[in-house]
């Protein structure tokens, strides 16, 4: 062994599993060296997940990022030759027709992010996998490019590992756990193990079920939690004998019962001639906390493998006997089988990126084998570049709120994260259960007694409609259709869209306390500002004034998309709740890598917003206000700010607009917002929910939205958000964005369409939620621009003042026309749309009011 290294540039703890192993690899792929990776197991591991994982991979997915993943980590398996290409089905048992829907749902979602699943009917099922019973099921999906890491997932670790080590740019060490992280002045500097002590630049956890414990070495915690997985084993079943083959026949998920099963190919290979049946616990998934863990002298098997009873399994095994009897016809292996640990995440995901206490320490977890080679490349890239080719916003690990750190919140969602592993099939707009009510606006007693529909983001419970004006329906019956189909509106509340018209016909408030609020202030703050944002910032021509503006990234791509308010002595940043956690410590952190003197203060939950909004909106305002006159068009511009009285209070008015009508947003101190909101109401004004300002109101107006619509992979030209004029100050992606702007053409153009019919092909009108593939009705294929980046919907709503579901998505420039007339695929049909806008423009714009851009 090595002589033990006293510095490095990187040390990587958890080398021993394919995700640190992949990390490794891919850093030197960038050119990094002077690694050191430790593991608390051997390296490849022997009591880590990788150890035991199942080790399949499918490429479907509802999301983009977790597709470009697997699809990079298959394809990294391929050429390493570790990889049988060998397929995978999924089936709907006859008369469940809920399965099925989801089935075409995530063959639709293939269409759109680029893979090659598609349907199949029993007789082919059958054919491809001959143990089912083909009458047991009614249909399924065939993935051709799932399949299985073979040997094992833990050989390619080992082999990558050993490659890093012959380059000379890595040092191993195993059995050699971190005892304690140095952090000093708020960044890492090295690692603490019983062989000594390694200073270092950088340290990535990918420990695993063990990351936590890390994390908490700084008092930092990782929202994620290990879960038992039943893994059983039944034989011997030697259909592949003399073959060689690690798997002979397609891997199979039967996920109505939440279980899959393959063979283990021929008895010679690695787990031959067997069937593994595996099956993910629904109704009490048995959590552990890694502190519960034993070492590896302590446990029976592994620390990540327990003693598994035949009651947990007996239920959904017998179910999976009449799918396949060939399970009732094998003996069961119980000394081979267990409950294997595997992460679940609170958060729907993995957790990857930079910590938030400690600058230079980095956190990869909840990562499956089928993303590891994929995230290894992400990390690699983020930490050589600042950046990824993928938007990477929905993995971040700055995105946490504080309350989403707490033990309780992450046991809680966690533990819903694991009753949904395989079943039910999740909404797009699906709640959680637990975790709420962590955030309340002053206001909310009063939402509740108007009888708020509630849903929750950022920990804020925002109300999406009132039961109080349902009697809106009647009067608008005609103009708000009935969702017949209960996906399309299952947690969608009709009485949205009967206030939205509300609104557009006199006035309505609406509760905006989630945004995110923080301020930058300090000698530099103005220069941080004008570095970071592509709108001009400085100049006193801009204090009293909230300037719409976008972060870019170094390729010029967009990263945040914010208001920033100019007051006197601070700037203060308005951002949404999903993005804001994010941006706040992507400023504290530009400003520290710079050397700007500043103060970087979230001040989220010491104001709260109102909007208020509609062509009654300055009237009604006026009858409240201390000074009305100042409220006239002539006294008081459009994205003006100024200082209110309401009720006594101290507000301060911003005339902005994200819902297309006039009227203001009203910043006020929290402890204030109770009589603002009171004093509004008194108007006559209608709360309308938060459904018509993100959805349909946004939608008929064009508006873009953060991590949806505006992504890393399109910069800002392609969005349709960049001004006119160039700033002469420099701000980051200034040059390309500049190269961008000098193109005679853009590749691709953010589009509006509409769908000219929604009816399906048993008659029901359709009210699309979720991503769908732009398909060109000429072939009969997805368009795809000339950067490779495939078209799919990034925002999708019913639009009630034009009566049609109204999408975003970007185009190729050669189908950027008004006019043309393309298809859209919704669980597999197919709907006709119209490009009605290039770019922006917007379908509903009264008079008077102007756009937010």
Not at 405 to 415: A, M, P, S, T
């Amino acid at each position: 062994m090595a002589e033990f290294p006293t510095k490095a540039k990187v040390v990587i703890i958890g080398l021993g599993g394919i995700v640190g192993a992949s990390i490794a690899h891919h850093l030197i792929e960038r050119g990094w060296d002077d690694i050191v990776g430790i593991d608390k197991s051997g390296i490849p591991t022997d009591i880590g997940s990788t150890a035991h994982a199942s080790d399949f991979c499918y490429t479907t997915s509802h999301d983009y990022l977790s597709v470009w993943t697997t699809q990079y980590s298959i394809d990294f398996f391929e050429k390493m030759g570790h990889y049988a290409r060998i397929g995978g089905l999924e089936v709907a048992r006859t008369g469940d027709e809920t399965w099925m829907e989801e089935i075409r749902r995530k063959v639709t979602s293939a269409r759109a992010f680029g893979t090659r699943a598609h349907l199949v009917t029993p007789e082919e099922i059958k054919a491809k996998f001959p143990l089912i019973e083909q009458d047991q099921v009614m249909g399924g999906m065939f993935d051709p490019d799932a399949g299985l890491v073979i040997p094992r997932s833990q050989t390619v670790a080992g082999k990558l590992v050993d490659a890093g080590e012959k380059s000379g740019k890595l040092k191993v060490f195993a059995n050699t756990p971190a005892k304690s992280l140095i952090v000093e002045g708020g960044r890492i500097k090295g690692v603490v193990t019983h062989r000594g002590t390694i200073e270092a630049d950088h340290v990535i956890v990918c420990a695993g079920l063990w990351g936590r414990l890390i994390a908490e070495m700084v008092g930092e915690d990782l929202p994620v939690m290990p879960v038992d997985h039943p893994l059983t084993f039944f034989g011997p079943y030697n259909e592949f004998e003399g073959t060689g083959k690690e798997i002979g026949y397609p891997l199979l998920r039967d996920q109505g019962n939440s279980a899959y099963m393959r063979d283990t190919g021929d008895p010679k290979t690695t787990e031959g001639g067997q069937i593994e049946w595996g099956y993910y616990e629904t109704d009490n998934p048995r959590l552990c906390h890694p502190r519960e863990l034993l070492e590896k002298h302590e446990a029976r098997l592994s620390p990540s493998q327990r003693d598994l009873e035949m009651d947990q399994i007996i239920g959904p095994l017998e179910k999976a006997i009449e799918l396949t009897p060939i399970l009732g016809e094998l003996g069961y292996n119980e000394g081979h089988s267990f409950n294997g640990l595997l992460q679940v995440s609170a958060a729907g995901g993995p957790s990857v990126g930079e910590s938030q206490k400690v600058r230079g320490l980095w956190y990869c977890v909840a990562i499956w084998v089928k993303d590891g080679p994929g995230y290894g490349k992400l990390i690699a890239d983020w930490l050589t570049d600042g950046r990824t080719e993928i938007d990477h916003a929905s993995i971040d690990y700055s995105r946490f709120y504080p309350h989403q750190l707490e033990e309780k919140f992450i046991q809680g969602r966690c533990y819903e994260a694991a009753q949904k592993i395989y079943f039910p099939a999740v909404h797009p707009r699906e709640p959680y259960a637990s975790g709420r009510n962590a955030k309340r606006s002053p206001f909310y007693e009063r939402e509740v007694e108007l009888g708020g529909y509630f849903m929750e983001l950022g920990g804020w419970e925002r109300a999406h409609g009132y039961k109080a004006n349902e009697h809106l329906l009647e009067k608008y019956a005609d103009r708000v259709p009935v969702r017949e189909n209960e996906w399309d509106s299952r947690h969608f509340w009709r009485v949205s869209n009967a206030e939205h018209l509300a609104l557009s016909e006199d006035c309505g408030i609406i509760n905006l306390s989630h945004f995110y609020i923080f301020d930058v202030e300090g000698p530099d703050h103005v220069e941080l500002m004008e570095w970071l944002c592509a709108a001009k910032i400085g100049g006193d021509a801009n204090i009293g004034k909230g300037i719409y503006t976008h972060f870019l990234d170094d390729e010029g791509m967009v990263r945040a998309d914010l208001t920033v308010i100019r007051m006197a002595d601070r700037c203060r940043i308005i951002d949404g709740a999903d993005a804001g956690p994010r941006d706040f410590h992507y400023v504290k952190r530009v400003a520290e890598d710079k050397g700007f003197d500043v103060t970087v203060t979230d001040v989220s939950e010491k104001y709260v917003t109102i909007g208020i909004w509609g062509p009654n909106a300055r009237e009604k305002l006026k009858t409240i206000v201390a000074d009305p006159a100042g409220l006239d068009p002539e006294n008081f511009a459009f994205a003006a700010i100024k200082p209110i009285e309401i009720a006594g209070k101290s507000v301060t008015a911003f005339r902005i607009s994200y819902v297309g009508e006039q009227g203001w947003e009203l910043h006020m101190k929290y402890e204030d917002g109770l009589a603002v909101w009171d004093a509004l109401r008194s108007t006559g004004a209608i709360a309308v929910g938060v459904e018509t300002y993100a959805n349909s109101r946004r939608m008929e107006k064009s508006l873009r939205l953060q991590n949806a619509d505006l992504l890393t992979q399109y910069n800002l030209l392609e969005a349709d958000l960049a001004r006119p004029k160039v700033k002469e100050a420099d701000f980051r992606g200034k040059a390309k964005h500049l190269e961008y702007k000098a193109r005679d053409r853009q590749p691709a153009m953010l589009c509006t369409l509409v769908m000219t019919e929604n009816t399906d092909s048993h008659g029901v009108k359709r009210y699309p939620v979720g991503s769908m593939p732009v398909v060109d009705p000429a072939t009969g294929e997805v368009l795809v621009d000339s950067l490779g980046r495939r078209s799919y919907t990034t925002s999708v709503a019913y639009g009630p003042t034009i009566g049609k579901n109204i999408a975003l998505a970007y185009l190729p420039q050669d189908y950027c026309e008004v006019g043309r007339k393309l298809n859209v695929e919704y669980f597999t049909e197919t709907y006709p749309v119209e490009v009605v806008a290039v770019g922006y423009k917007p379908l509903y714009d009264p008079e008077n009011v102007k756009p937010r851009s």
